[in-house]
């Protein structure tokens, strides 16, 4: 069997050392083989909010994740047309990777609203894992998530990840206010973002 492959969804706008935190210590604790950025093209838990056009926000995660061929950027949530919901992200990589177990990537904050996701009993029949990063102040009740949705107990493993008190949002509102942020990027987005003029 193919070794197991996680999925890091997300806007990524931009990507920070928050996020690279996350996927490495999602590799080791998950024993993956590669994690797959997917890039959300039209998320649809955030109508309305100004987003970064898409080919800036795949420059910067291609430029985030260059050097480390465990990372891979994908366009499951580009080249397919929205809304883009992770059932169906799944669904599409599936297709492209065919026989290659999955292991989705989330906080605990997202674990505890799985049942409210889109089609999450296809979701979850999709996924081989569930690769879930503690949160301060977040917990889940597995008994009473697994009443709501079955099977869903067995497929969660729990990581800790150190915590980068660092979001894309504060990341956005810092650069536009000419504030501090050279060390919360890596370098390379941190030269697309000034080369591009982005979020002035």
Known sequence: MAGLIGVFGGTFDPPHLGHLVLADEACHALALDKVLWVVTGEPPHKPGVPITPIEHRLAMVRAAI?????????RADVD???????????????????????????????????????QPERFLARCERLGVM????????????EARLPGVAAKVRFF???????????????????????????????NYIEAKGLYR
Do not use: K, N
Not at 83 to 98: D, F, K, M, N, V
């Open 66 to 74: 260059t050097g480390d061929d465990r990372f891979e950027l994908s």
């Open 80 to 118: 397919r047309p929205g809304p883009h919901y992770a059932e169906g992200t799944l669904r599409w990589l599936q297709e492209h990777l065919p026989g290659v177990p999955l292991a989705y990537l989330m906080g605990a904050d997202s674990l505890h609203d799985l049942p409210d996701w889109h």
């Open 134 to 145: 503690r949160r301060p102040g977040v917990e889940v009740d597995l008994q009473a998530l």
């Open 160 to 190: 800790d990840a150190p915590l980068i008190g660092v979001s894309a949002r504060g990341l956005r509102r810092r650069i536009s206010l000419g504030l501090p942020h050279r060390y919360l990027l890596p370098s390379e987005v941190l």
